[in-house]
């Protein structure tokens, strides 16, 4: 999974880069990465994990001189912010990254209940957004500058229940979620209907 988000961060930069989106490397010369992350709130640890990826990618790209991007090299900056585990954090730290500190790409909120919202500020000001795990179909639908790492809730939930089904012959499911999640709201819904 870390190469495939690493390739999708470098082909966004490069498309960026060489399109006429206005970024111009005449004026700016560092590559600024934003990542939208729960470092405190509900998931911290993912936060923390999150951070840590980052840095981890950060520093190879350090040794290596920068990105390469059309035959030239450019450092790269991070901007982590912090959305707190919540929607309302999420749609500010990327309006920030965004609007203030002049991101071109940004990697994250990882879950639903933040991807959706802050993934319609990146769509907004048309700065390209992956949410490494976001499984809600709203989050990237109709939203060309948002991306997804992961499957959608539709397709999850059908494998599950034809895995159940197949595997162990069973028709009848009880189905236990919290409801004040989204994610396995909406994953136990495609699920009941499969």
Do not use: H
């Amino acid at each position: 999974m870390k190469s495939v988000l690493k390739s999708i961060v470098w082909g966004l930069i490069a498309v960026l880069v060489f399109s006429s989106s206005g970024w111009s490397f005449g004026r700016k010369t560092v590559i600024k990465v934003g990542i939208n992350a729960p470092i405190t709130g509900d998931i911290p640890k993912v936060g923390e994990g999150t951070k840590y990826a980052a840095l981890m990618w950060l520093e190879d790209i350090e040794k290596a001189g920068g990105i390469e991007v059309g035959g030239k090299k450019y450092p790269v900056e991070l901007v982590i912010e912090d959305n707190e585990s919540k929607a309302e954090s999420a749609v500010k730290a990327n309006t920030k990254m965004i609007t203030e500190d002049e991101v071109l790409v940004i990697v994250g909120p990882q879950s639903s209940k933040q991807a959706v919202p802050a993934g319609d500020v990146a769509n907004n000001y048309e700065t390209p957004m992956i949410t490494p795990w976001s499984t809600n179909p709203d989050s990237t639908k109709d939203r060309p500058y948002c991306f997804r790492g992961c499957f959608l809730d539709p397709f999850q939930g059908p494998v599950l229940a034809n895995f159940i089904t197949e595997e162990f012959g069973f028709t009848k499911a009880a189905v236990l979620y919290d409801v004040a999640s989204d994610y396995p709201k909406g994953l136990a819904e495609f699920f009941k209907q499969a």
